[in-house]
């Protein structure tokens, strides 16, 4: 192989290697012309494209303009008028910094620099083509800044074949415009898109105005506002109810001190905030801001600018996460909850209230909070359940952490009675029915028990049946089961209950699963795992958690050992699931009634361990589409 001699590349050269890192598409130009005029302080950009932003881009607006003199340094690399010294970069406060946005373009395209400062009797305009001033002169404009791009990557096919069709080009383009769109509904923003205008934003628009503009109205319904604070870092923006998941992130949207952001961080706090609330499959809609002083966040990380570190990512993580926790834990109850008393009339007294509307009867546990040991001793008295012992046990049951694991649910229904037989007359030989139960409401949030279909959903109504604005509320049995069995897991997650194993099992260790198993031994043994080293490289396991196969038991301790599990959560869900009432099991009035009372006195009842909803609410407004009354 000839050695080569090392030379310094030509400039021309050195523009399109760096054009590499910066213009990557139409949408990555279009970014850069739009951060331009937003640290221009402009009111108004207007953005035109043809072909996809391949044969033509222009964005123009009303900001303070360049000098004639200064135009030539504009398109010269490294050169800027947002940095000055060394400390500036450590405190960025502008959308672009680096000088290298407009160099980069010119060296891959035909671009035309028109530009006006208000002092200026009229306009100045340079034209560069594949890195080359090629004209400059006088030019008409009214004031601002006016950059065209033709012919992008012209200079450059290679680049040009890795592009994707003109229709996904110009809808990236959209994408990219609508995101700093929404960071500023402080200015006006149209889009004309082959010779059709696509949107155009007035200026001083609310967020959620400017929201509506480009998400569907049924997204919008699931919208909550939220904003929290602590110290100089403050999140702020609207976020989704788990119930609106979906099956994409792309209505995840990040932004710092204004700049949107593709931040891993920020988005595992996202959807740590609504974890155990949505499948392991769904995002939610989330539309945040983060500020905080720009020496906290370095953004000169690349060239794109897309990226971002934080100084104490700690910090950052735990206050996205608090702050999105009241959208994460919307309760299908409780939009209309507020409106009634227990037993659905409007509330006229002075009661506690639950933060999500509910009313507080007979001290239960704030929807929320944490779940205290005293926290089922302060519920709501069980229902009478008079001579049938079976169901004292069923109660028990919910309550009791060992009893919920042990629940076997339901017992057989009773002989019929002539109590419950209809007292209407009958013909001779006509078989006798038994009268449905009457209606019986619950202690919170004016919900009444109407029964159980298909053995598997408990059916509700909130509110007052003829004031009009009643709902029908389902309830997953299975789910709601489930919640309450875990928190009592969590209240006794010290109690080391164990079943015993008749052949204890035997799990040959590698070394670090060996050190991983004697960090996790407390939690194990409080979980119910009896555990025994045999040696240094092997675990003889003697008693499982109640309920828990010794197969599942055996394949739960090797994720554990190996980090591939979510620790303790991760039993809990699985033995709640398994220890539930199933799907298809009937139970009786008081039954139901009991598991009702203690799963609204849950914190997080609004879903499943699984992130699968527990409940569903139906107003009027909801059957009249479902009958195609309207």
Same mark, same amino acid.
């Given at each position: 192989m000839t050695r080569k001699a090392i030379t310094l590349l030509p400039e021309i050269? *050195?523009?399109?290697?760096?054009?590499?890192?910066?213009?990557?598409?139409?949408a990555s130009v279009l970014k850069e012309l739009v951060e331009n005029s937003l640290d221009a302080g402009a009111a108004r950009i207007d953005v035109?494209?043809?072909?996809?932003?391949?044969? +033509?881009?222009?964005?123009? $607006?009303?900001?303070?303009?360049?000098?004639?003199?200064?135009? @030539?340094?504009?398109?010269?690399?490294?050169?800027?008028?947002?940095?000055?010294?060394?400390?500036?970069?450590?405190?960025?406060?502008?959308?672009?910094?680096?000088?290298e946005a407009l160099p980069s373009i010119a060296s891959v395209s035909q671009l035309t620099l028109t530009s006006r400062v208000r002092e200026e009797a009229c306009a100045a305009r340079i034209e560069v083509e594949s890195g080359a001033l090629i004209a400059e002169g006088p030019a008409?404009?009214?004031?601002?800044? *006016?950059?065209?791009?033709?012919?992008?990557?012209?200079?450059?096919?290679?680049?040009?074949?890795?592009? =994707?069709?003109?229709?996904?080009?110009?809808?990236?383009?959209?994408?990219?415009?609508?995101?700093? @769109?929404?960071?500023?509904?402080?200015?006006?923003?149209?889009?004309?898109?082959?010779?059709?205008?696509?949107? =155009?934003?007035?200026?001083?628009?609310?967020? *959620?105005?400017?929201?509506?503009?480009?998400?569907?109205?049924?997204?919008?319904?699931?919208?909550?506002?939220?904003?929290?604070e602590h110290g100089a870092l403050k999140a702020h923006g609207l976020a989704g109810r788990p119930s609106h998941a979906q099956n994409r992130a792309e209505r995840m949207l990040f932004y710092v001190n204004g700049r949107p952001v593709q931040d891993r961080l920020l988005q595992r706090a996202a959807r740590d905030a609504y974890k155990g609330r949505i499948l392991s499959g769904e995002y939610p809609q989330v539309l945040l801001f983060l500020t905080l002083p720009?020496?906290?966040?370095?953004?000169?990380?690349?060239?794109?600018?897309?990226?971002?570190?934080? +100084?104490?990512?700690?910090?950052?993580?735990?206050?996205? +996460?608090? @702050?999105?926790?009241?959208?994460?834990?919307?309760?299908?109850?409780?939009?209309?909850?507020?409106?009634?008393?227990?037993?659905? $009339?409007?509330?006229?007294?002075?009661?506690?209230?639950?933060?999500?509307?509910?009313?507080?009867?007979?001290?239960?546990?704030?929807?929320?909070?944490?779940?205290?040991?005293?926290?089922?001793?302060?519920?709501? *008295?069980?229902?009478?359940?008079? $001579?049938?012992?079976?169901?004292? +046990?069923?109660?028990?049951?919910?309550?009791?952490?060992?009893?919920?694991?042990?629940?076997?649910?339901?017992?057989?229904?009773?002989?019929?009675?002539?109590?419950?037989?209809?007292?209407?007359?009958s013909a001779p030989g006509a078989q006798a029915f038994p009268v449905a139960p009457a209606p019986r409401p619950l202690s919170q949030g004016g919900l009444t028990y109407l029964g159980q279909i298909a053995d598997t959903y408990l059916v509700l109504r909130q509110g007052q049946q003829h004031a009009g604005a009643d709902r029908l509320v389902l309830v997953d049995q299975h789910a709601a089961h489930e919640r309450v069995i875990l928190e009592n897991m969590r209240r006794a997650r010290s109690g080391g209950d164990s079943q015993p194993l008749a052949l204890p099992l035997e799990l040959g260790l590698h070394p670090a699963e060996a050190a991983r198993a004697s960090e996790l031994w407390a939690e194990l043994r409080s979980c119910g795992f009896l555990l025994e080293m045999s040696g240094a490289d092997r675990l003889s396991v003697r008693g499982v958690p109640p309920s828990l196969p010794a197969g599942k038991a055996a394949e739960f301790l090797r994720d554990a050992l190996a980090d591939r599990t979510g620790g303790l959560q991760e039993l809990w869900t699985l033995l709640s699931c398994k220890s539930a009432i199933k799907a298809g099991q009937p139970l009786a009035q008081d039954e139901a009634l009991a598991l009702l009372e203690l799963w609204l006195a849950a914190p997080e009842r609004d879903h499943c361990p699984h992130g699968r909803p527990v409940a569903v609410a139906f107003g009027a407004g909801d059957l009249e589409r479902l009958f195609k009354r309207k």
């Amino acid at each position: 192989m000839t050695r080569k001699a090392i030379t310094l590349l030509p400039e021309i050269l *050195r523009n399109q290697i760096a054009a590499g890192e910066v213009v990557e598409r139409p949408a990555s130009v279009l970014k850069e012309l739009v951060e331009n005029s937003l640290d221009a302080g402009a009111a108004r950009i207007d953005v035109t494209l043809e072909g996809g932003g391949v044969a +033509r881009l222009v964005v123009q $607006d009303d900001g303070a303009g360049i000098p004639p003199g200064e135009l @030539a340094l504009a398109v010269t690399r490294h050169a800027t008028s947002k940095l000055s010294s060394v400390a500036d970069l450590f405190a960025v406060t502008s959308f672009g910094f680096r000088g290298e946005a407009l160099p980069s373009i010119a060296s891959v395209s035909q671009l035309t620099l028109t530009s006006r400062v208000r002092e200026e009797a009229c306009a100045a305009r340079i034209e560069v083509e594949s890195g080359a001033l090629i004209a400059e002169g006088p030019a008409a404009l009214a004031a601002g800044t *006016r950059v065209e791009v033709r012919r992008l990557f012209a200079s450059t096919p290679a680049r040009l074949k890795f592009l =994707r069709t003109e229709a996904t080009e110009a809808k990236r383009c959209q994408e990219a415009l609508t995101r700093m @769109a929404l960071a500023r509904p402080d200015v006006a923003f149209s889009l004309v898109l082959g010779g059709r205008e696509l949107f =155009r934003l007035p200026a001083g628009q609310t967020l *959620r105005a400017r929201l509506a503009q480009f998400w569907p109205p049924a997204v919008l319904e699931g919208l909550v506002e939220f904003s929290r604070e602590h110290g100089a870092l403050k999140a702020h923006g609207l976020a989704g109810r788990p119930s609106h998941a979906q099956n994409r992130a792309e209505r995840m949207l990040f932004y710092v001190n204004g700049r949107p952001v593709q931040d891993r961080l920020l988005q595992r706090a996202a959807r740590d905030a609504y974890k155990g609330r949505i499948l392991s499959g769904e995002y939610p809609q989330v539309l945040l801001f983060l500020t905080l002083p720009p020496e906290e966040v370095d953004v000169n990380v690349h060239p794109a600018k897309l990226e971002v570190r934080f +100084r104490d990512e700690g910090q950052v993580f735990a206050l996205v +996460r608090l @702050a999105l926790a009241p959208a994460a834990e919307g309760d299908v109850l409780a939009d209309q909850a507020a409106a009634y008393g227990p037993s659905g $009339d409007a509330p006229g007294g002075s009661s506690d209230s639950f933060p999500g509307g509910f009313a507080s009867h007979g001290g239960g546990a704030p929807l929320g909070a944490a779940w205290t040991p005293g926290a089922a001793r302060n519920a709501p *008295r069980p229902p009478s359940f008079g $001579d049938k012992p079976g169901m004292l +046990r069923a109660w028990r049951s919910f309550e009791n952490p060992q009893g919920a694991r042990e629940v076997s649910l339901p017992l057989a229904p009773p002989e019929p009675t002539s109590e419950g037989l209809s007292e209407e007359p009958s013909a001779p030989g006509a078989q006798a029915f038994p009268v449905a139960p009457a209606p019986r409401p619950l202690s919170q949030g004016g919900l009444t028990y109407l029964g159980q279909i298909a053995d598997t959903y408990l059916v509700l109504r909130q509110g007052q049946q003829h004031a009009g604005a009643d709902r029908l509320v389902l309830v997953d049995q299975h789910a709601a089961h489930e919640r309450v069995i875990l928190e009592n897991m969590r209240r006794a997650r010290s109690g080391g209950d164990s079943q015993p194993l008749a052949l204890p099992l035997e799990l040959g260790l590698h070394p670090a699963e060996a050190a991983r198993a004697s960090e996790l031994w407390a939690e194990l043994r409080s979980c119910g795992f009896l555990l025994e080293m045999s040696g240094a490289d092997r675990l003889s396991v003697r008693g499982v958690p109640p309920s828990l196969p010794a197969g599942k038991a055996a394949e739960f301790l090797r994720d554990a050992l190996a980090d591939r599990t979510g620790g303790l959560q991760e039993l809990w869900t699985l033995l709640s699931c398994k220890s539930a009432i199933k799907a298809g099991q009937p139970l009786a009035q008081d039954e139901a009634l009991a598991l009702l009372e203690l799963w609204l006195a849950a914190p997080e009842r609004d879903h499943c361990p699984h992130g699968r909803p527990v409940a569903v609410a139906f107003g009027a407004g909801d059957l009249e589409r479902l009958f195609k009354r309207k």
